[in-house]
């Protein structure tokens, strides 16, 4: 088979304190590497905010895109305007730039190593909801993270998962595209989602901000 998919449920998952809180890692690529050796090529976490205001932690070399889950965060680039995300909003950044976070909040980060592009969606879903997910065909890693909820999740051709509050559903391909997921509200509230795809970065794209 030349798409695998695992499930990592929420226990599994590792937390850690910094310096404004708390970050959950949730997946890790190549998946033995570790994200205080900065050898990794990619990494998605989720991280709670409980300092009124605090100082991301600097990543050089690395690409950031980070999307509000709950609360309200203002966020201060050095050296250029300041913007403020609410759920379900996104900011990309480099992860040298110093900033400075206002609010409490829960957000997710995704950190993209040299060589690697990504993208994440958010995902709300009613009651008996059903929705097609078709990651874009250069993907080689679709990960698809439940916030809130119970969500049935279905990969091309093959059986379904079910994912509670927390869990992840990883595929990755090795040849062939991955196809598209289907993607169902099986709990009686509102199911959120995280959906991220990761790709080698194409030839000759320069490094994106």
């Given at each position: 088979?030349?798409?695998?998919?695992?499930?990592?449920?929420?226990?599994?998952?590792?937390?850690?304190?910094?310096?404004?809180?708390?970050?959950?890692?949730?997946?890790?690529?190549?998946?033995?590497?570790?994200?205080?050796?900065?050898?990794?090529?990619?990494?998605?976490?989720?991280?709670?905010?409980?300092?009124?205001?605090?100082?991301?932690?600097?990543?050089?070399?690395?690409?950031?895109?980070?999307?509000?889950?709950?609360?309200?965060?203002?966020?201060?680039?050095?050296?250029?305007?300041?913007?403020?995300?609410?759920?379900?909003?996104?900011?990309?950044?480099?992860?040298?730039?110093?900033?400075?976070?206002?609010?409490?909040a829960t957000d997710f980060?995704?950190?993209?190593?040299?060589?690697?592009?990504?993208?994440?969606?958010?995902?709300?879903?009613?009651?008996?909801?059903?929705?097609?997910?078709?990651?874009?065909?250069?993907?080689?890693?679709?990960?698809?993270?439940?916030r809130h909820g119970e969500?049935?999740?279905?990969?091309?051709?093959?059986?379904?998962?079910?994912?509670?509050?927390?869990?992840?559903?990883?595929?990755?391909?090795?040849?062939?595209?991955?196809?598209?997921?289907?993607?169902?509200?099986?709990?009686?509230?509102?199911?959120?989602?995280?959906?991220?795809?990761?790709?080698?970065?194409?030839?000759?794209?320069?490094?994106?901000t």
């Amino acid at each position: 088979m030349s798409v695998d998919v695992r499930v990592i449920r929420r226990p599994q998952h590792r937390t850690s304190a910094w310096s404004g809180g708390e970050t959950t890692e949730i997946a890790i690529f190549p998946p033995h590497s570790r994200y205080a050796a900065r050898d990794f090529g990619w990494r998605v976490s989720s991280a709670t905010v409980t300092s009124e205001t605090s100082e991301f932690t600097r990543l050089p070399g690395y690409n950031r895109r980070l999307l509000l889950l709950a609360g309200e965060l203002r966020l201060q680039p050095a050296g250029d305007r300041e913007t403020i995300l609410h759920p379900g909003e996104q900011y990309a950044f480099r992860g040298d730039t110093p900033i400075t976070s206002h609010g409490l909040a829960t957000d997710f980060n995704l950190m993209l190593g040299p060589g690697w592009e990504g993208d994440l969606a958010y995902v709300v879903l009613a009651p008996g909801d059903r929705r097609a997910w078709r990651p874009a065909d250069a993907a080689q890693h679709a990960l698809a993270y439940c916030r809130h909820g119970e969500t049935l999740i279905t990969p091309a051709k093959m059986p379904a998962y079910s994912l509670g509050s927390g869990d992840l559903l990883w595929a990755t391909s090795h040849a062939e595209r991955l196809g598209a997921f289907d993607m169902v509200n099986e709990g009686e509230g509102q199911a959120t989602l995280v959906l991220v795809t990761v790709a080698r970065e194409s030839l000759g794209r320069s490094v994106r901000t």
